[in-house]
């Protein structure tokens, strides 16, 4: 059993087949990219299988495919299942791209592709690692469930009735997902918390035409202009959501996290700087980490209307398009938060414009108690191989499903991720730095072994 | 000498031409179609020598080709200019279209297509009229020289140097040119006065990458709320300019103008159901005709920034865009219009935001005085063939270009429109109704011998 001797042997073989795995462009929210889910499902159900899994299947969806292995030969042992997404985000602005997103490219020590670090980096180093396990001793210490889905970027919405459908087939003691970051380099940490989300797309519609800035311009309502200005409501100038009641149900932060905060020690002269900016910006009163971690946000993701060529179109346009989503913390819950942003807009708009609101996604904040053994063990793996002991945050993301596998199959949900906070998942030029896909594989055995 | 004879037997032939005419997708601003731009030129001079014109002749400029043709065969007469464009505006969105932009279709007594009224159609009118006259009389009553260009839609950049370097060759008693509309059908219409422009374009930048919304929300810059809030601020609530000083060179709306305005009996209530809209929109204590004719405007053309295609992209966008004009009065000075707008616009930025900058057209107002004799008799060519004398108005547009004509050639300028006000000029489904086509050939027959 020399693990070490293992992994370096067999390093070309794994970057090899995760650089296959990261060419599928596997976008699950742009339908045209259906056969590439397809085709990446069917990739990785004969991964499983090389790799030594049992009763690998593709489960067909309303959406995109979801696959599920398992391998059950510890008889009293615990069960831990494994999730992961093989889905990706789209990857424009396309320009922006060194090299191309789903031609996988090493170098500095990172791999760089879309989905690199979100998610197919780190959900295939828990293929690695149990395949590693069987090939070193002819077992494994625990019994493993997997299951991977392919619509994660677009907030999961086949995966819960699947959970609902197979709660027996998928019961576990555990749930492990691989989908976070650490604080930086070296720095691992184990999330006790995620925001939740709700969503909702506005469409402004004013005149029936595009009408003419010349003849109309200042006497007929402009979309844009309602658009803009019902979007600029919806902040005040402190950087708090100017929503009425968005935060009743969000509690002050507890002295005592505010302290676990504090020991996080976080750089945010740093942050700037590696972001370029001139400065941070948010709700006034709060630390960069509280308004991630513990607070909730109204962000804007798209906006557009009117003309956007090159050139001058003197256009008064007809509509205008706003995407917007909450992140939620606490208490706050997605379907009251979202009836108080239609009652702020229906306030709001302007007069001679007509509003049309689709709402999305509805997902609550997650939370779970840092001292359960689960979490412990993690800790003591990440300690085993990177030498220090993760840290126990709250992360500002969501991850759609953790909240329902939380509440669906009842049991923990531990996140051990092995992402860097600027691998530019979602932005051009993701990656993954193959220092953590190598120690990543180190931290499961040990886990797995732990348990 | 039989007009009405000779314009019924060459129908068929000039609405052959006018459909040849409006095949070539001639967008000036996009310069992917600078082929259909020679082509349309290349077109347009053919025609004026099939109809007896002389000296026709294609410039080629730093844009698109400007063409020249005359006819100086009455000395002692006035020597009338002619000015038209037969470039035309894009033509997204181009699902809106029941017929192809560039595949003329005449129902219902109109005749479909983009440039149909705006302005390939009026400026043919004055070609075939001039044939007319020609081949029923032989000779011409006044000397005609004709200038026509391919950038009005992109606010004519290279015409007035063109026009200073051709100021003897060009030089002529009146200014005719036919790119404005009616009141309403069979209410003709000679604008004493048009707005001028000035344009902007504002890009907001804020982080280096985009980033995640859930790792990064409510802690960094968001570009698009830079944005929105930026551009709210442009307005107040009662409809206003709210940039320092945007007003100060506007006077009050003088006694006689508002009985001007009032005289053309406007309905309001007509146009709000016409374009569908709940209630008109603009600054308060204004009639539609006065916002439009005697009052600036800031009008937002296009906004962009972040995701906008098919579902949820929870990006925290690194930029985003806004194309701006506002619409000039009186006295007001582009250059100083757009000093107070940078102004505004920087004092206003969000921290942690970046702004740039790119001003674009810079055009004063035009005002011409309605009792001058070439309107006047201008207005009695009208009364001959509708049988109502044409009114004198303030139009909202631009026609960039009458200002340089004005000003270089130091001539009075009279605009002669027969388009319609809802012809949907710079929107889907632009049409010109062959009423006033025909009409038009017959107005300009008389004008032409009056003069």
Chains 1, 2 share one sequence.
Not at 282 to 292: A, D, K, L, N, T
Not at 433 to 448: A, H, I, P, Q, Y
Request: hydrophobic content about 40%.
């Amino acid at each position: 059993m020399n693990y070490e001797r293992y992994f370096q042997e067999n390093r070309e073989k794994h970057l090899g087949e995760l650089k296959e795995l990261l060419a599928f462009p596997s976008i699950s929210c742009l339908s045209e990219h259906k056969p590439d889910m397809a085709r990446a499902a069917e990739w990785l159900l004969n991964n499983l299988i090389e790799s030594g899994f049992e009763n690998a299947h593709i489960h067909q969806t309303n959406g995109h495919p979801i696959i599920t292995a398992d391998y059950l030969h510890a008889p009293g042992k615990p069960t831990v299942l494994v999730y992961g997404h093989y889905d990706v985000q789209p990857v424009d602005p396309l320009h922006l791209w060194i090299t191309p997103p789903f031609e996988p490219d090493i170098r500095d020590g990172k791999i760089y592709a879309r989905g690199a670090t979100d998610d197919k980096g780190q959900m295939f180093l828990h293929i690695k690692a149990i395949e590693a396990i069987l090939k070193q001793e002819g077992e494994l210490p625990v019994n493993i469930k997997l299951c991977i889905e392919g619509e994660e970027e677009m907030t999961s919405p086949n995966l819960p009735s699947f959970l609902e459908a197979n709660k027996e087939k998928l019961s576990a003691d555990f749930v492990v997902i691989s989908d976070t970051a650490f604080l930086e380099t070296g720095r691992p940490a184990i999330p006790t918390g995620l925001r939740g989300i709700c969503s909702l797309d506005v469409i402004v519609n004013t005149a029936n035409s595009d009408l003419h800035s010349g003849t109309y311009g200042g006497g007929v309502p402009n979309a844009l202009h309602a658009l803009v200005s019902l979007l600029a409501s919806l902040h005040d100038k402190q950087g708090r959501v100017a929503v009425e009641g968005f935060y009743s149900d969000v509690p002050d932060i507890s002295p005592l996290m505010k302290t676990e905060f504090a020991k996080l020690n976080y750089d945010e002269e740093q942050l700037r700087i590696n972001l370029e900016l001139g400065a941070l910006y948010g709700e006034e009163g709060f630390s960069f980490i509280e308004r991630v971690g513990a607070r909730p946000t109204l962000e804007l993701h798209g906006v557009h209307g009117g003309f956007q060529g090159e050139g001058l179109k003197t256009v008064i346009p007809k509509e205008a398009h706003a995407k917007i989503t909450c992140r939620l913390v606490a208490d706050q819950d997605p379907e009251d938060i979202l009836d108080k942003m239609k009652n702020h807009l229906e306030r709001h708009l302007q007069s001679g414009a007509k509003l049309s609101i689709i709402t999305g996604v509805k997902i609550r904040a997650f939370n779970i108690d840092p001292s359960h053994r689960i979490l412990q063990l993690a800790a003591d793996a990440y300690e085993d191989v990177y030498g220090v002991r993760a840290l126990f945050t709250k992360e500002g993301g969501g991850i759609p499903i953790v909240e329902a596998f939380s509440r669906i199959l009842q049991a923990p949900v531990v996140m051990m991720g092995f992402g860097l906070p600027d691998e530019k998942l979602h932005a051009p030029n993701e990656h993954f730095n193959l220092e953590n896909f190598d120690k990543g594989l180190r931290t499961m055995v040990s886990f797995l072994k732990k348990i």
